[in-house]
Protein backbone atom coordinates (compact mmCIF):
# COMPACT_ATOMS: atom_id res chain seq x y z
CA UNK A 1 0.00 0.00 0.00
CA UNK A 2 1.10 3.36 -0.75
CA UNK A 3 2.70 5.55 1.97
CA UNK A 4 2.03 8.99 0.60
CA UNK A 5 -0.52 10.37 -1.34
CA UNK A 6 -0.78 11.11 -4.64
CA UNK A 7 -0.90 14.40 -6.50
CA UNK A 8 0.08 13.38 -10.31
CA UNK A 9 -3.44 13.48 -11.14
CA UNK A 10 -3.25 17.31 -11.01
CA UNK A 11 0.28 17.49 -12.30
CA UNK A 12 3.57 15.84 -12.55
CA UNK A 13 5.57 18.82 -11.22
CA UNK A 14 6.07 22.20 -11.15
CA UNK A 15 7.76 22.20 -14.37
CA UNK A 16 4.84 19.68 -16.06
CA UNK A 17 3.55 21.78 -19.25
CA UNK A 18 0.26 21.58 -17.83
CA UNK A 19 0.65 23.24 -15.04
CA UNK A 20 2.50 26.21 -17.15
CA UNK A 21 -0.14 26.18 -19.19
CA UNK A 22 -2.84 25.98 -16.77
CA UNK A 23 -1.10 29.15 -14.58
CA UNK A 24 -0.96 31.09 -17.64
CA UNK A 25 -4.69 29.88 -18.54
CA UNK A 26 -5.47 31.25 -15.31
CA UNK A 27 -4.37 34.66 -15.83
CA UNK A 28 -6.30 34.37 -19.10
CA UNK A 29 -9.29 33.31 -17.59
CA UNK A 30 -9.49 36.01 -14.67
CA UNK A 31 -9.50 38.88 -18.00
CA UNK A 32 -12.50 36.87 -19.40
CA UNK A 33 -14.30 37.01 -16.40
CA UNK A 34 -13.57 40.68 -15.85
CA UNK A 35 -14.84 41.25 -19.47
CA UNK A 36 -18.20 39.48 -18.53
CA UNK A 37 -19.02 41.40 -15.50
CA UNK A 38 -18.36 44.30 -17.26
CA UNK A 39 -20.86 43.66 -19.76
CA UNK A 40 -23.77 42.64 -17.17
CA UNK A 41 -26.29 45.10 -18.37
CA UNK A 42 -30.54 44.74 -17.03
CA UNK A 43 -31.72 43.93 -20.26
CA UNK A 44 -30.22 40.85 -21.04
CA UNK A 45 -29.42 40.04 -16.89
CA UNK A 46 -30.15 36.28 -17.19
CA UNK A 47 -28.04 35.33 -20.12
CA UNK A 48 -25.11 38.25 -18.38
CA UNK A 49 -25.32 36.35 -15.48
CA UNK A 50 -24.78 32.57 -16.90
CA UNK A 51 -21.82 33.46 -18.82
CA UNK A 52 -20.09 35.11 -15.41
CA UNK A 53 -21.31 32.08 -13.90
CA UNK A 54 -20.19 29.45 -16.14
CA UNK A 55 -16.59 31.45 -16.59
CA UNK A 56 -16.44 31.61 -12.72
CA UNK A 57 -16.95 27.54 -13.11
CA UNK A 58 -14.09 27.84 -15.64
CA UNK A 59 -12.40 30.31 -13.09
CA UNK A 60 -12.97 27.96 -10.03
CA UNK A 61 -11.38 24.39 -11.48
CA UNK A 62 -8.04 25.95 -12.42
CA UNK A 63 -7.82 27.63 -9.26
CA UNK A 64 -8.50 24.19 -7.41
CA UNK A 65 -6.08 22.46 -9.18
CA UNK A 66 -3.55 24.79 -9.53
CA UNK A 67 -3.85 26.26 -5.36
CA UNK A 68 -3.92 22.62 -4.40
CA UNK A 69 -1.33 21.37 -6.00
CA UNK A 70 0.77 23.68 -4.43
CA UNK A 71 -1.09 23.78 -1.01
CA UNK A 72 -1.01 20.13 -1.03
CA UNK A 73 2.95 19.92 -2.06
CA UNK A 74 3.59 22.69 0.67
CA UNK A 75 1.54 19.95 3.60
CA UNK A 76 3.83 16.99 2.16
CA UNK A 77 6.84 19.13 3.02
CA UNK A 78 6.79 22.18 4.65
CA UNK A 79 10.86 23.73 3.35
CA UNK A 80 9.14 23.47 -0.50
CA UNK A 81 10.19 26.97 -0.99
CA UNK A 82 8.73 26.56 -4.07
CA UNK A 83 5.27 25.91 -3.86
CA UNK A 84 4.87 28.73 -0.93
CA UNK A 85 6.50 30.44 -4.14
CA UNK A 86 3.83 29.80 -6.33
CA UNK A 87 1.00 29.82 -3.52
CA UNK A 88 1.88 33.36 -3.37
CA UNK A 89 1.14 34.32 -6.83
CA UNK A 90 -1.89 32.75 -7.33
CA UNK A 91 -3.14 34.44 -3.86
CA UNK A 92 -2.28 37.49 -5.96
CA UNK A 93 -3.83 36.80 -8.61
CA UNK A 94 -6.86 36.12 -7.32
CA UNK A 95 -6.88 39.21 -5.49
CA UNK A 96 -7.16 41.22 -8.81
CA UNK A 97 -11.31 39.40 -9.18
CA UNK A 98 -12.37 40.92 -6.04
CA UNK A 99 -12.79 44.44 -7.73
CA UNK A 100 -14.79 42.34 -10.34
CA UNK A 101 -16.89 40.11 -8.04
CA UNK A 102 -17.95 43.01 -6.30
CA UNK A 103 -19.30 44.58 -9.41
CA UNK A 104 -21.00 41.59 -10.45
CA UNK A 105 -22.44 41.30 -6.53
CA UNK A 106 -23.62 44.70 -6.52
CA UNK A 107 -25.12 44.07 -10.14
CA UNK A 108 -26.83 40.73 -8.75
CA UNK A 109 -28.34 43.06 -5.46
CA UNK A 110 -30.00 45.88 -7.84
CA UNK A 111 -32.24 43.83 -9.74
CA UNK A 112 -35.42 44.55 -9.59
CA UNK A 113 -36.75 41.24 -10.46
CA UNK A 114 -33.89 38.85 -9.48
CA UNK A 115 -36.49 35.82 -8.96
CA UNK A 116 -37.75 35.93 -12.53
CA UNK A 117 -34.55 35.90 -13.80
CA UNK A 118 -33.17 33.06 -11.50
CA UNK A 119 -36.30 31.08 -13.03
CA UNK A 120 -35.69 31.91 -16.28
CA UNK A 121 -32.26 30.27 -17.02
CA UNK A 122 -31.14 26.61 -15.92
CA UNK A 123 -27.64 27.33 -14.86
CA UNK A 124 -29.26 30.51 -13.09
CA UNK A 125 -31.62 28.20 -10.95
CA UNK A 126 -28.87 25.62 -9.72
CA UNK A 127 -27.34 28.59 -8.12
CA UNK A 128 -30.69 30.24 -6.32
CA UNK A 129 -29.03 30.26 -2.98
CA UNK A 130 -25.99 31.60 -3.99
CA UNK A 131 -27.55 34.08 -6.04
CA UNK A 132 -30.03 34.93 -3.24
CA UNK A 133 -27.14 35.07 -0.79
CA UNK A 134 -25.91 37.60 -2.56
CA UNK A 135 -28.68 39.94 -1.87
CA UNK A 136 -29.18 39.15 1.42
CA UNK A 137 -25.63 40.15 1.63
CA UNK A 138 -25.20 43.26 -0.44
CA UNK A 139 -25.62 45.46 2.07
CA UNK A 140 -22.25 44.39 3.78
CA UNK A 141 -20.35 45.16 0.86
CA UNK A 142 -17.66 47.63 -0.01
CA UNK A 143 -16.89 49.86 -3.24
CA UNK A 144 -15.34 47.97 -5.88
CA UNK A 145 -12.04 49.87 -5.10
CA UNK A 146 -11.95 49.36 -1.50
CA UNK A 147 -12.79 45.63 -1.97
CA UNK A 148 -9.80 45.57 -4.05
CA UNK A 149 -7.60 47.73 -1.90
CA UNK A 150 -8.88 45.31 1.08
CA UNK A 151 -7.98 42.47 -0.52
CA UNK A 152 -4.15 43.20 -1.69
CA UNK A 153 -3.64 45.48 2.16
CA UNK A 154 -4.71 42.37 3.26
CA UNK A 155 -1.60 40.41 2.01
CA UNK A 156 0.57 42.59 4.26
CA UNK A 157 -1.78 43.27 6.67
CA UNK A 158 -4.12 40.35 8.61
CA UNK A 159 -2.47 37.62 6.53
CA UNK A 160 0.85 38.52 7.20
CA UNK A 161 0.56 38.57 10.86
CA UNK A 162 -0.85 35.14 10.56
CA UNK A 163 2.00 34.25 9.14
CA UNK A 164 4.75 35.34 11.58
CA UNK A 165 2.16 33.23 14.63
CA UNK A 166 2.36 30.34 12.21
CA UNK A 167 6.53 30.89 11.63
CA UNK A 168 6.72 31.79 15.39
CA UNK A 169 5.13 28.49 16.53
CA UNK A 170 6.41 26.16 13.87
CA UNK A 171 9.86 27.24 14.93
CA UNK A 172 10.01 27.28 18.47
CA UNK A 173 12.19 25.48 20.13
CA UNK A 174 11.51 24.35 23.79
CA UNK A 175 14.24 23.58 26.15
CA UNK A 176 13.35 19.98 27.89
CA UNK A 177 15.63 17.79 30.02
CA UNK A 178 18.74 19.12 29.10
CA UNK A 179 18.43 19.74 25.09
CA UNK A 180 16.06 21.42 22.99
CA UNK A 181 12.55 19.78 21.28
CA UNK A 182 9.72 21.52 18.74
CA UNK A 183 6.62 22.84 19.61
CA UNK A 184 4.63 19.92 18.68
CA UNK A 185 6.76 17.67 20.13
CA UNK A 186 6.33 19.14 23.77
CA UNK A 187 2.73 19.42 23.31
CA UNK A 188 2.70 15.40 22.39
CA UNK A 189 4.32 14.82 25.46
CA UNK A 190 0.95 15.76 27.49
CA UNK A 191 -0.30 12.35 26.38
CA UNK A 192 2.76 9.83 27.54
CA UNK A 193 1.78 7.54 30.43
CA UNK A 194 4.79 9.35 32.64
CA UNK A 195 2.97 11.59 34.88
CA UNK A 196 6.84 13.35 35.49
CA UNK A 197 6.80 13.63 31.02
CA UNK A 198 3.70 15.19 31.34
CA UNK A 199 4.02 17.51 34.38
CA UNK A 200 7.99 18.72 32.80
CA UNK A 201 6.22 18.94 29.78
CA UNK A 202 3.69 21.34 30.64
CA UNK A 203 5.87 23.57 32.51
CA UNK A 204 8.95 23.99 29.56
CA UNK A 205 5.38 24.72 26.96
CA UNK A 206 5.03 27.36 29.04
CA UNK A 207 8.11 28.77 29.78
CA UNK A 208 8.74 28.19 26.10
CA UNK A 209 6.28 31.11 25.13
CA UNK A 210 7.71 33.33 26.90
CA UNK A 211 10.05 33.61 24.08
CA UNK A 212 7.03 34.80 21.36
CA UNK A 213 5.08 35.67 24.16
CA UNK A 214 5.46 39.84 23.04
CA UNK A 215 5.61 38.98 19.30
CA UNK A 216 2.39 36.67 19.25
CA UNK A 217 0.22 39.56 21.35
CA UNK A 218 1.20 41.99 18.31
CA UNK A 219 -0.08 39.28 15.74
CA UNK A 220 -3.27 38.71 17.52
CA UNK A 221 -3.79 42.51 18.16
CA UNK A 222 -3.55 43.53 14.80
CA UNK A 223 -5.51 40.58 13.24
CA UNK A 224 -8.50 41.35 15.88
CA UNK A 225 -8.16 45.25 14.98
CA UNK A 226 -8.34 44.68 11.16
CA UNK A 227 -11.46 42.72 11.83
CA UNK A 228 -12.94 45.21 13.83
CA UNK A 229 -11.84 48.05 11.39
CA UNK A 230 -13.61 45.70 8.19
CA UNK A 231 -16.62 44.61 10.42
CA UNK A 232 -17.28 48.65 11.35
CA UNK A 233 -17.01 49.40 7.62
CA UNK A 234 -19.42 46.51 6.50
CA UNK A 235 -21.72 47.23 8.83
CA UNK A 236 -22.13 44.09 10.94
CA UNK A 237 -23.08 44.66 14.60
CA UNK A 238 -19.67 42.69 15.79
CA UNK A 239 -17.77 40.36 14.61
CA UNK A 240 -20.12 37.48 15.87
CA UNK A 241 -22.59 38.79 13.95
CA UNK A 242 -20.27 38.58 11.04
CA UNK A 243 -19.10 35.45 11.79
CA UNK A 244 -22.83 34.02 11.87
CA UNK A 245 -24.37 36.02 8.90
CA UNK A 246 -20.86 34.08 6.77
CA UNK A 247 -22.03 30.82 8.38
CA UNK A 248 -25.50 31.06 7.69
CA UNK A 249 -26.34 30.25 11.18
CA UNK A 250 -29.20 32.27 13.26
CA UNK A 251 -27.78 33.54 16.63
CA UNK A 252 -31.19 32.00 18.37
CA UNK A 253 -29.09 28.58 16.94
CA UNK A 254 -26.12 29.33 18.89
CA UNK A 255 -27.83 30.88 22.19
CA UNK A 256 -29.73 27.69 23.03
CA UNK A 257 -26.66 25.28 21.80
CA UNK A 258 -24.64 27.54 24.55
CA UNK A 259 -27.43 27.36 26.80
CA UNK A 260 -27.64 23.24 26.53
CA UNK A 261 -23.93 23.14 27.04
CA UNK A 262 -24.21 24.86 30.48
CA UNK A 263 -26.50 22.82 31.72
CA UNK A 264 -24.68 20.05 31.61
CA UNK A 265 -20.79 21.27 32.57
CA UNK A 266 -21.61 19.82 36.00
CA UNK A 267 -21.32 15.96 34.55
CA UNK A 268 -18.44 16.75 32.88
CA UNK A 269 -16.60 18.30 35.46
CA UNK A 270 -17.41 15.43 38.21
CA UNK A 271 -15.28 13.17 34.72
CA UNK A 272 -12.55 15.30 35.31
CA UNK A 273 -12.04 15.67 38.99
CA UNK A 274 -12.85 11.55 39.22
CA UNK A 275 -10.04 11.39 36.81
CA UNK A 276 -8.12 14.11 39.10
CA UNK A 277 -8.48 11.84 41.72
CA UNK A 278 -7.68 8.69 39.84
CA UNK A 279 -4.25 10.41 39.40
CA UNK A 280 -3.62 11.58 42.76
CA UNK A 281 -5.22 15.00 43.09
CA UNK A 282 -7.19 16.30 45.31
CA UNK A 283 -8.11 19.71 43.94
CA UNK A 284 -9.38 19.27 40.37
CA UNK A 285 -7.67 17.67 37.38
CA UNK A 286 -4.57 20.05 36.53
CA UNK A 287 -4.16 20.91 32.91
CA UNK A 288 -1.29 18.89 31.92
CA UNK A 289 -3.27 15.39 33.45
CA UNK A 290 -6.31 16.28 30.49
CA UNK A 291 -4.79 14.10 28.00
CA UNK A 292 -3.01 11.66 30.62
CA UNK A 293 -4.16 8.02 29.55
CA UNK A 294 -6.03 5.64 31.86
CA UNK A 295 -6.57 2.03 31.46
CA UNK A 296 -4.70 0.52 28.56
CA UNK A 297 -5.41 -0.58 25.15
CA UNK A 298 -2.73 -1.97 23.55
CA UNK A 299 -4.28 -2.20 20.28
CA UNK A 300 -2.34 -1.26 16.72
CA UNK A 301 -3.16 -1.25 13.54
CA UNK A 302 -0.84 -1.44 10.41
CA UNK A 303 -2.65 0.94 7.41
CA UNK A 304 -3.69 -2.23 5.87
CA UNK A 305 -5.56 -3.23 9.24
CA UNK A 306 -6.53 -0.03 9.68
CA UNK A 307 -8.81 -0.07 6.01
CA UNK A 308 -10.26 -3.55 6.84
CA UNK A 309 -11.50 -2.32 9.90
CA UNK A 310 -12.76 0.95 8.66
CA UNK A 311 -14.06 -1.06 5.43
CA UNK A 312 -15.82 -3.49 7.53
CA UNK A 313 -17.36 -0.84 10.17
CA UNK A 314 -18.41 1.42 8.16
CA UNK A 315 -20.18 -0.81 5.52
CA UNK A 316 -22.30 -2.13 8.13
CA UNK A 317 -23.70 1.77 8.38
CA UNK A 318 -23.22 2.62 4.74
CA UNK A 319 -22.07 0.57 1.63
CA UNK A 320 -20.99 3.54 -0.25
CA UNK A 321 -19.15 5.28 2.79
CA UNK A 322 -17.23 1.29 2.61
CA UNK A 323 -16.55 1.97 -1.35
CA UNK A 324 -15.41 5.63 -0.65
CA UNK A 325 -13.17 4.21 2.10
CA UNK A 326 -11.57 1.21 0.22
CA UNK A 327 -11.00 3.69 -2.33
CA UNK A 328 -8.97 6.26 -0.40
CA UNK A 329 -6.58 3.65 0.39
CA UNK A 330 -5.95 1.71 -2.91
CA UNK A 331 -6.22 4.71 -5.08
CA UNK A 332 -3.42 6.82 -2.64
CA UNK A 333 -5.77 9.85 -1.61
CA UNK A 334 -3.56 9.06 1.76
CA UNK A 335 -0.69 10.49 2.60
CA UNK A 336 0.05 8.44 6.02
CA UNK A 337 3.32 8.64 7.74
CA UNK A 338 5.10 11.42 9.97
CA UNK A 339 8.53 12.76 7.99
CA UNK A 340 10.78 15.58 8.65
CA UNK A 341 9.20 18.52 6.83
CA UNK A 342 5.78 16.97 6.84
CA UNK A 343 3.08 19.45 8.19
CA UNK A 344 1.65 18.59 11.73
CA UNK A 345 -1.87 17.12 12.21
CA UNK A 346 -4.24 16.25 9.78
CA UNK A 347 -6.97 17.42 7.36
CA UNK A 348 -8.75 16.28 4.43
CA UNK A 349 -8.44 18.11 0.47
CA UNK A 350 -11.84 18.26 -1.37
CA UNK A 351 -10.57 17.90 -5.03
CA UNK A 352 -13.60 18.56 -7.35
CA UNK A 353 -12.35 18.84 -10.96
CA UNK A 354 -11.15 14.50 -9.97
CA UNK A 355 -14.03 14.27 -8.04
CA UNK A 356 -11.69 13.12 -5.33
CA UNK A 357 -9.94 14.39 -1.64
CA UNK A 358 -6.71 14.01 -0.31
CA UNK A 359 -6.29 13.12 3.18
CA UNK A 360 -2.68 14.15 5.25
CA UNK A 361 -2.66 11.87 8.49
CA UNK A 362 0.23 11.20 10.50
CA UNK A 363 -0.34 7.64 11.64
CA UNK A 364 1.30 6.00 14.18
CA UNK A 365 -0.63 2.79 14.36
CA UNK A 366 -3.05 3.13 17.87
CA UNK A 367 -6.77 3.08 17.41
CA UNK A 368 -6.28 7.08 18.06
CA UNK A 369 -5.03 7.13 14.75
CA UNK A 370 -7.51 4.95 12.87
CA UNK A 371 -10.64 7.22 14.59
CA UNK A 372 -8.25 10.11 13.15
CA UNK A 373 -8.64 8.79 9.66
CA UNK A 374 -11.73 7.80 10.10
CA UNK A 375 -12.68 11.60 10.95
CA UNK A 376 -10.80 12.27 7.58
CA UNK A 377 -12.51 10.26 5.49
CA UNK A 378 -16.14 12.03 6.87
CA UNK A 379 -14.97 14.82 5.28
CA UNK A 380 -14.03 13.03 2.28
CA UNK A 381 -17.77 11.11 2.25
CA UNK A 382 -19.35 15.00 2.85
CA UNK A 383 -17.01 16.36 -0.49
CA UNK A 384 -18.68 12.81 -1.85
CA UNK A 385 -22.22 14.21 -1.61
CA UNK A 386 -21.57 18.25 -2.23
CA UNK A 387 -19.60 17.02 -6.06
CA UNK A 388 -23.26 16.51 -7.22
CA UNK A 389 -23.71 20.18 -7.25
CA UNK A 390 -22.10 22.32 -9.55
CA UNK A 391 -18.71 23.43 -8.13
CA UNK A 392 -19.87 27.12 -7.57
CA UNK A 393 -22.00 25.31 -4.96
CA UNK A 394 -19.38 23.36 -3.08
CA UNK A 395 -18.76 25.54 -0.29
CA UNK A 396 -19.97 24.87 2.95
CA UNK A 397 -20.46 26.53 6.51
CA UNK A 398 -18.14 26.16 9.22
CA UNK A 399 -20.90 24.98 11.64
CA UNK A 400 -21.30 22.05 9.26
CA UNK A 401 -18.03 21.62 8.22
CA UNK A 402 -17.28 19.02 11.14
CA UNK A 403 -20.60 17.08 10.63
CA UNK A 404 -19.90 13.83 8.39
CA UNK A 405 -16.24 13.68 10.45
CA UNK A 406 -17.41 13.39 13.89
CA UNK A 407 -20.54 11.29 12.72
CA UNK A 408 -17.51 8.61 11.58
CA UNK A 409 -15.28 9.12 14.59
CA UNK A 410 -19.03 8.32 16.57
CA UNK A 411 -19.16 5.33 14.61
CA UNK A 412 -15.56 3.69 15.43
CA UNK A 413 -15.48 4.86 18.81
CA UNK A 414 -19.03 3.80 19.87
CA UNK A 415 -18.17 0.14 18.54
CA UNK A 416 -14.59 -0.21 19.66
CA UNK A 417 -16.30 0.72 23.30
CA UNK A 418 -19.22 -1.93 22.82
CA UNK A 419 -16.09 -4.46 22.19
CA UNK A 420 -13.82 -3.93 25.07
CA UNK A 421 -13.78 -4.80 28.27
CA UNK A 422 -12.11 -4.07 31.48
CA UNK A 423 -9.29 -1.18 31.57
CA UNK A 424 -9.32 -1.25 27.84
CA UNK A 425 -13.27 -0.09 27.96
CA UNK A 426 -12.31 2.69 30.34
CA UNK A 427 -9.25 3.57 28.27
CA UNK A 428 -11.51 3.85 25.52
CA UNK A 429 -14.18 5.91 27.17
CA UNK A 430 -12.16 8.29 28.75
CA UNK A 431 -10.69 8.75 25.31
CA UNK A 432 -13.72 9.84 23.63
CA UNK A 433 -14.25 12.13 26.94
CA UNK A 434 -11.12 14.00 26.58
CA UNK A 435 -12.53 14.56 23.20
CA UNK A 436 -15.91 15.98 24.50
CA UNK A 437 -14.96 17.65 27.08
CA UNK A 438 -12.15 19.41 24.82
CA UNK A 439 -15.22 20.06 21.96
CA UNK A 440 -17.51 21.22 25.24
CA UNK A 441 -15.37 22.93 28.32
CA UNK A 442 -12.49 24.26 26.01
CA UNK A 443 -14.35 25.75 22.90
CA UNK A 444 -16.70 27.38 25.32
CA UNK A 445 -13.71 28.77 27.28
CA UNK A 446 -11.93 29.91 23.67
CA UNK A 447 -15.42 31.64 22.61
CA UNK A 448 -15.54 33.26 25.82
CA UNK A 449 -11.69 34.34 25.46
CA UNK A 450 -12.25 35.80 21.56
CA UNK A 451 -15.15 37.60 22.94
CA UNK A 452 -13.37 39.00 25.58
CA UNK A 453 -10.52 40.14 23.53
CA UNK A 454 -12.82 41.98 20.68
CA UNK A 455 -14.45 43.65 23.26
CA UNK A 456 -11.34 44.67 24.92
CA UNK A 457 -9.62 45.51 21.90
CA UNK A 458 -11.68 48.31 21.24
CA UNK A 459 -10.46 50.17 24.39
CA UNK A 460 -6.25 49.68 23.55
CA UNK A 461 -3.88 47.64 23.04
CA UNK A 462 -4.09 44.14 24.63
CA UNK A 463 -0.64 43.31 26.34
CA UNK A 464 0.70 39.36 26.47
CA UNK A 465 0.16 39.33 30.32
CA UNK A 466 -3.19 40.98 29.54
CA UNK A 467 -4.16 38.60 27.30
CA UNK A 468 -2.80 35.47 29.69
CA UNK A 469 -5.71 36.76 32.08
CA UNK A 470 -8.45 36.73 29.87
CA UNK A 471 -7.72 33.29 28.66
CA UNK A 472 -6.82 32.15 32.69
CA UNK A 473 -10.84 33.80 33.15
CA UNK A 474 -12.16 32.45 30.17
CA UNK A 475 -10.85 28.76 31.24
CA UNK A 476 -12.00 28.89 34.93
CA UNK A 477 -15.68 29.87 33.89
CA UNK A 478 -15.76 27.01 31.36
CA UNK A 479 -14.04 24.15 33.61
CA UNK A 480 -15.28 25.23 36.88
CA UNK A 481 -14.41 22.60 39.60
CA UNK A 482 -13.18 20.57 37.37
CA UNK A 483 -9.50 21.72 36.78
CA UNK A 484 -7.16 22.29 39.54
CA UNK A 485 -7.31 26.14 39.60
CA UNK A 486 -3.38 26.25 40.62
CA UNK A 487 -2.63 24.82 37.13
CA UNK A 488 -4.48 26.10 33.82
CA UNK A 489 -2.83 26.63 30.78
CA UNK A 490 -2.48 30.50 30.19
CA UNK A 491 -0.78 30.64 26.79
CA UNK A 492 -3.50 28.67 25.14
CA UNK A 493 -3.80 31.79 23.19
CA UNK A 494 -0.41 31.52 21.38
CA UNK A 495 0.04 28.28 19.97
CA UNK A 496 -3.84 28.27 18.37
CA UNK A 497 -4.12 29.30 14.62
CA UNK A 498 -7.94 29.74 14.61
CA UNK A 499 -7.52 33.03 16.34
CA UNK A 500 -4.88 34.18 14.17
CA UNK A 501 -7.13 34.69 10.29
CA UNK A 502 -8.10 38.27 9.28
CA UNK A 503 -11.96 37.04 7.72
CA UNK A 504 -12.78 33.59 9.98
CA UNK A 505 -13.07 35.06 13.25
CA UNK A 506 -14.74 32.41 15.96
CA UNK A 507 -13.54 29.62 14.82
CA UNK A 508 -14.52 27.67 17.58
CA UNK A 509 -18.13 27.16 18.29
CA UNK A 510 -18.54 25.57 15.16
CA UNK A 511 -16.45 22.14 16.43
CA UNK A 512 -18.69 22.36 19.24
CA UNK A 513 -21.68 22.57 17.33
CA UNK A 514 -20.26 19.79 14.68
CA UNK A 515 -19.82 17.88 17.82
CA UNK A 516 -22.91 17.98 18.88
CA UNK A 517 -24.55 17.96 15.62
CA UNK A 518 -23.26 14.50 14.23
CA UNK A 519 -23.87 12.89 17.78
CA UNK A 520 -27.65 14.00 17.85
CA UNK A 521 -27.81 12.75 14.13
CA UNK A 522 -25.81 9.05 15.60
CA UNK A 523 -28.69 9.14 18.30
CA UNK A 524 -31.39 9.73 15.92
CA UNK A 525 -29.60 6.72 13.37
CA UNK A 526 -29.64 4.72 16.39
CA UNK A 527 -33.36 5.13 16.72
CA UNK A 528 -34.32 4.87 13.17
CA UNK A 529 -31.63 2.41 11.25
CA UNK A 530 -31.61 2.10 7.45
CA UNK A 531 -34.31 4.77 7.18
CA UNK A 532 -31.57 7.15 8.55
CA UNK A 533 -29.10 6.93 5.65
CA UNK A 534 -31.23 8.68 2.63
CA UNK A 535 -32.02 11.81 5.32
CA UNK A 536 -28.21 11.94 6.07
CA UNK A 537 -26.98 11.93 2.80
CA UNK A 538 -29.65 14.47 1.67
CA UNK A 539 -28.50 16.85 4.60
CA UNK A 540 -25.19 16.60 3.75
CA UNK A 541 -26.25 17.43 0.11
CA UNK A 542 -27.96 20.13 1.29
CA UNK A 543 -25.26 22.00 3.50
CA UNK A 544 -23.77 24.35 0.81
CA UNK A 545 -26.87 25.38 -0.38
CA UNK A 546 -28.71 26.01 2.71
CA UNK A 547 -28.79 27.83 5.95
CA UNK A 548 -27.36 25.74 8.85
CA UNK A 549 -30.97 25.26 10.21
CA UNK A 550 -32.63 24.52 6.89
CA UNK A 551 -30.19 21.37 6.30
CA UNK A 552 -31.00 20.28 9.76
CA UNK A 553 -34.50 19.82 8.69
CA UNK A 554 -33.20 18.17 5.78
CA UNK A 555 -32.73 15.17 8.47
CA UNK A 556 -35.96 16.54 10.36
CA UNK A 557 -34.47 18.17 12.88
CA UNK A 558 -35.42 21.49 14.56
CA UNK A 559 -32.19 23.74 15.96
CA UNK A 560 -34.74 26.40 17.68
CA UNK A 561 -35.09 23.49 20.14
CA UNK A 562 -33.11 22.40 22.61
CA UNK A 563 -34.01 19.25 23.12
CA UNK A 564 -31.67 18.25 20.18
CA UNK A 565 -28.72 20.01 21.75
CA UNK A 566 -29.93 17.91 24.98
CA UNK A 567 -30.26 14.58 23.36
CA UNK A 568 -26.37 14.72 22.36
CA UNK A 569 -25.43 15.78 25.72
CA UNK A 570 -27.08 13.46 27.74
CA UNK A 571 -25.72 10.77 25.14
CA UNK A 572 -21.89 12.10 26.42
CA UNK A 573 -22.91 12.70 29.72
CA UNK A 574 -24.05 8.88 30.03
CA UNK A 575 -20.29 8.18 29.37
CA UNK A 576 -19.37 10.23 32.00
CA UNK A 577 -20.82 8.73 34.31
CA UNK A 578 -20.09 4.73 33.19
CA UNK A 579 -16.62 6.61 33.27
CA UNK A 580 -16.87 7.03 37.41
CA UNK A 581 -19.25 4.19 37.85
CA UNK A 582 -16.46 2.00 36.17
CA UNK A 583 -13.69 3.49 38.12
CA UNK A 584 -15.05 3.45 41.32
CA UNK A 585 -13.20 1.25 43.76
CA UNK A 586 -9.73 2.08 41.94
Request: proline share 3%; hydrophobic share 40%; glycine share 6%.
Amino acid sequence: MNREWSLKELYKGYEDPAFQQDLEKLQDIIGVYEEKVSALCEERAAEGLRRVLLCDEELENLVQKLYVFCSLSRAADTRDLEAASRLEKIILLLSETSKAYTRFEKFVAGLPDLEKVIASDDVLTDYTYRLRRIRENAGYSLSEEVEELAAKLDLSGGGAWSNLQGYLTSTLRVAYRGGEVTLSEIRNLAYDKDPAVRREAYEAELAGYEKIKDSIAFSLNSIKQQVLTMTKLRGYGSPLDMTLKKSAMKRETLDVMLAAMKEYFPRFRRYLRRKGELLGHKNGLPWYELFAPMGESSRSFTTEEARDYLVELFGKFAPDLAAMVRRAFDEAWIDFYPREGKAGGAFCQALYPLQQSRILTNFGGTLSDVVTLAHELGHAYHNQQIFRHRIGNTNYSMPVAETASTFNETVVMDAAIAAAAGDEKIALIESQLQDVTQILCDIYSRYLFETEVFEKKQEGFLSADCLKELMLQAQREAYGDGLDPEFLHPYMWVCKGHYYSSDLSFYNFPYAFGGLFARGLYEKYRREGEAFLPKYRALLYATPVSSVEEAALAAGIDLSAPEFFRSSLESFAKRADEFVALTEGR
